[in-house]
């Protein structure tokens, strides 16, 4: 086992690790994360707009898993280190529903995600379900030889001390409903 | 000239280098955001929004982050007394430097929501490690905040709050590969337009006033400057 901790491998050379606390956190956080995921159903929420706004046209992603941290910049010794800080730490999974518009070009995306985040000095622990809508376009310049694009976006944050089946089942239809008046659907 | 001399200074970034040594790769690409932040004058070029749109009361926050993707094995590794032992795979997936330009509700002087919160304008310097893309991203955001919930009740204390926070906004962005960048003016200028388009938006909707319209055009080609203003109507 590698003696060295708080070292992440990357997927090109596989194998076990030694987490430091944070990670074990965050890896934690993934998990809670998942199991609230599959309690709301928010996958079937996905399906669902797929089905019945997009005739099953748009492609619906595998869940990742993702963590992100903020590097302290005043503190040289610790962004040496591939430290996990307490500040500003996510872990989570996301999903994501894509598809195109008629004209090829136009790009839509749906990411809903659920978040949970560490406690902090400022904050207690919480949760996030966070649904943004996106529209991009990317055109490829030729001369410059790099591509750019444009993208809107609505995004909640939902910071209960309880989630219920309702109150979700609410910020989702709201949300459809933006989609819509966005003409996203 | 810029463009000639690859201002883009190459950052040696392969997947032999992430997988040796992915502490220093990540130092490496924050310090390398860094300085392409500093090359464009990230924050001469917000703070003069800010003096031009906002009277100087927004505040200019830098946030460094990066962001892993994880991927669990089947099987987790052995549990001991000391340690745990997970098998993971991560993905470094980017590094960024973000730099945001805040300005608070009770700064702005109009405004058409009641519940709106914040305006935000952040220029973001990323590195995306899978695809060795480099990019630069202006984002507006228009934050709205709600306190819902005061009481947790007695496993949380009674201080505790819940908000409910929704954000609408935009974004423009430009990407093109590590290995080879496309002239600096060009770029500064393809994201000037950006910002200028993201401020007309928020204008248009009522959210803050244009007293000038923004120049995206620079002048000098090896230093990229803050865009001037002119007395222009779109």
Known sequence: MAGTSKEIQPSSKPGNIVLG??????????????????????????????????EGKGKITEPVSRISTGINETSEEETNGFVLKKDDVWGGIKVSLQWNKEDGVVENEVNLGFFYYYPNESYHEYFQLYITGGSSSKTEEQEGGFFTGKSFYRKFFINPPSFTQEE?????????????????? | MASEEKWLIPLQL???????????????????NQRTSEFFKTEAFLKEINEKFFSGKG??????????TVKEADEKGEKSRFNRFFSVNADLSYTSLA?????KKSDLPLSKDESF?????????????????????????ITFVKIRYVDRGLNYGSDCKSFYLRGMGESRFLSFPLVDPPAA????????????????????????????????????????????????TQ
């Open chain 1, 21 to 54: 606390t944070e990670l074990q956190n965050s890896l934690t956080g993934i998990d809670r994360c998942r199991s609230f995921f599959d309690k709301l159903q928010l996958m079937d929420y996905l399906e669902s707009i797929n089905k019945f706004y997009l």
């Open chain 1, 168 to 185: 979700v089942d609410s910020i989702l239809l709201n949300f459809t409903n933006e989609l819509l008046e966005a003409k996203f659907l």
């Open chain 2, 14 to 32: 392969n997947n032999e280098l992430v997988v040796r040594n992915p502490q220093s790769v990540v130092n490496s690409i924050v310090e390398f």
């Open chain 2, 59 to 68: 505040t200019l926050v830098k946030y460094p982050s990066y962001d892993v």
């Open chain 2, 99 to 103: 730099t945001t330009l805040l300005i």
């Open chain 2, 117 to 141: 919160d914040s305006l935000g304008l952040t220029v973001s310097n990323d590195v995306n490690t899978k695809d060795n893309l480099f990019e630069i991203q202006t984002y507006g955001e």
């Open chain 2, 185 to 232: 003016e060009k770029v500064f200028q393809v994201m000037a337009l950006g910002v200028k388009e993201i401020l007309d938006g928020f204008a248009a909707q009522g959210y803050i006033t244009m007293p000038e319209v923004v120049n995206p055009v620079t002048d000098t080609p090896d230093a990229p400057e803050v865009p001037e203003t002119r007395n222009e």
